[in-house]
């Protein structure tokens, strides 16, 4: 069943605050591949709270992770990421359109510091799989 189009526009409600920590910054360089040696956050950190967000969305839709594809991230930043932060990511659905049995689904996260301030703006494309599809 094709994702329903109202949704393009519709915002879903913020992850949990989410500290940043050296622990967590160096966890997530290790993770990558990288290391960690103090100071802002790896760029791709954000995808940490971005990714909680596109969870709960896929959540609240019922739309099954192992049917998504992911096809595009980027990141646009106002500052840095640095340990002290509090954040939290609010995901926005800007796009959908289907093809071939597949809805290419566009999402805005907008990551804010617990000032409201907006950190950085990440975007991503999600291919979810329509159980008819090739």
Do not use: K, W
Not at 66 to 94: K, M, N
Not at 105 to 116: F, K
């Amino acid at each position: 069943m094709p994702v329903d189009s109202s949704l393009v526009g519709r915002s879903f409600p913020p992850t949990a605050a989410f500290e940043v920590t050296e622990d967590r910054v160096r966890a997530f360089a290790t993770s990558t591949g990288g290391s960690y040696a103090g100071g802002p956050a790896p760029a791709t950190f954000p995808i940490v709270l971005a990714f909680e967000a596109m969870n709960a969305f896929l959540e609240a839709e019922a739309l099954d992770l192992f049917r998504i594809v992911h096809g595009e991230q980027r990141f646009s930043y106002e500052r840095p990421v640095v340990p002290g932060d509090v954040l939290t990511a609010t995901l926005t659905v800007a796009s959908l359109r289907q093809i071939g049995g597949n809805d290419i689904i566009g999402t805005t996260s907008e990551v804010t510091d617990a000032d409201g301030a907006l950190v950085c703006a990440t975007s991503a494309t999600l291919v979810h799989r329509g159980a008819d599809a090739p």
